[in-house]
């Protein structure tokens, strides 16, 4: 079994509709990361989480929320969606070294 | 601050060719550097990485890296070329210091040709 899932793979949804991507850990890591795929411009964090009481930031946090439900669970939450948010979406974790590893990943058409 | 710079979005190399991937890097302190593979439809997984001690860092499939701290560089090399390393390639960039989020270069597609 893989060691980062990610639910849905693949998402189509309205401009305006309420969406979360969740993300579950089999490593036992306290970290976790959302981040957004764009074709040439690489990764951007959304949002991170050193434990279950710690949620930060990233760089593109705008139109986005998170939950941390517990060590293993992480989603992220697109409130009202517009189409610029269409991308490919990646839950990461990190072990002590800082290694990530990276879900397969979530698709997203926002029409 | 920390900043990666991957040159070249797209590299394109024969089979059997050897396979360069630029990679430099900014950082205020002793950085840790990963080189990460994405082939398609799936998500990144780590191919190498270099923390402290040897300069010249052996990943999985035939690659290598080589930290450059005079050139601020990482690039990733393999000597042979393989159909099945077409893929993207991100380097990666961590503070070795209190910051404990990597910066990613925007990444690099590896055409292989026959």
């Known amino acids: 079994d893989a060691d980062v899932t990610q639910t849905p793979r693949n998402r189509i949804t309205k401009t305006g509709k309420r969406i979360m991507l969740e993300c579950s850990q089999t490593k036992g890591h306290d970290r976790m990361y959302w981040y957004r795929q764009d074709p040439g411009l690489g990764l951007r964090l959304i949002y991170y989480s050193f434990d279950v009481k710690d949620i930060n930031k990233g760089e593109i946090s705008d139109g986005y929320s998170v939950s941390r439900q517990a060590q293993a669970k992480f989603s992220l939450s697109l409130e009202s969606a517009i189409p610029n948010q269409t991308a490919l979406y990646f839950c990461?974790?990190?072990?002590?070294?800082?290694?990530?590893?990276f879900g397969p990943g979530t698709r997203l058409l926002v029409l | 601050a920390q900043s990666v710079t991957q040159l070249g979005s797209h590299v394109s190399v024969s089979e059997g060719a050897l396979v360069l991937l630029r990679c430099n890097y900014s950082?205020?302190?002793?950085?840790?550097l990963f080189w990460y593979v994405q082939y398609p439809n799936q998500g990144l997984q780590l191919l190498l990485k270099y923390t402290t001690g040897a300069t010249l860092v052996k990943g999985i499939n035939g690659f290598e890296a080589e930290f450059k701290k005079s050139e601020t560089s990482f690039h990733l090399t393999k000597p042979s070329a393989h159909m099945s390393d077409a893929a993207e390639y991100f380097c990666a960039v961590r503070d070795s210091g209190g910051s404990y989020i990597p910066t990613f270069g925007r990444g690099t597609s590896l055409i292989v040709h026959p």
């Open positions: 990461a974790t990190s072990d002590l070294v800082k290694t990530q590893y």
């Open positions: 950082s205020s302190v002793p950085p840790y």
